[in-house]
Nanobody
Framework: QVQLVESGGGLVQAGGSLRLSCAAS????????MGWFRQAPGKEREFVAH????????YYADSVKGRFTISRDNAKNTVYLQMNSLKPEDTAVYYC???????????????WGQGTQVTVSS
């Protein structure tokens, strides 16, 4: 089992940047693939980005490709989401999640954090 705690959210102006972090408990962080999802008010939770166990492969939603970068530091049990050129439509609660394989679907991830709010003002 792994516990996930997100941090780094906040209020930023359009065009700005934020870096989210997700710290994982336990000694088996490197055995999990990691993902970021987001949920805007009144909308369903959606996939944002995914990184495999080693960090060698990453996948992104089309809406964030070229602006967001997912990375991980297995020595620090942490996964990051660098968000650049933020837009008001990026406003959402951002969640990190851990799974054993596959990406994109929420069902592929077994463990979830509580989320961190990101608000982008126009």
């Amino acid at each position: 089992q792994v516990q996930l705690v997100e941090s780094g959210g906040g209020l930023v102006q359009a065009g700005g940047s934020l870096r989210l972090s997700c710290a994982a408990s336990g000694r088996t962080f490197s055995s999990y693939a990691m993902g970021w999802f987001r949920q805007a008010p009144g909308k369903e939770r959606e996939f944002v980005a995914h990184i495999n166990r080693s960090g060698g492969s990453t996948y992104y939603a089309d809406s964030v490709k070229g602006r967001f970068t997912i990375s991980r530091d297995n020595a620090k049990n942490t996964v990051y989401l660098q968000m650049n050129s933020l837009k008001p439509e990026d406003t959402a609660v951002y969640y990190c999640a851990a799974g054993y394989g596959g990406w994109g679907s929420q069902a592929k991830y077994r463990y979830w954090g509580q989320g961190t709010q990101v608000t982008v003002s126009s």
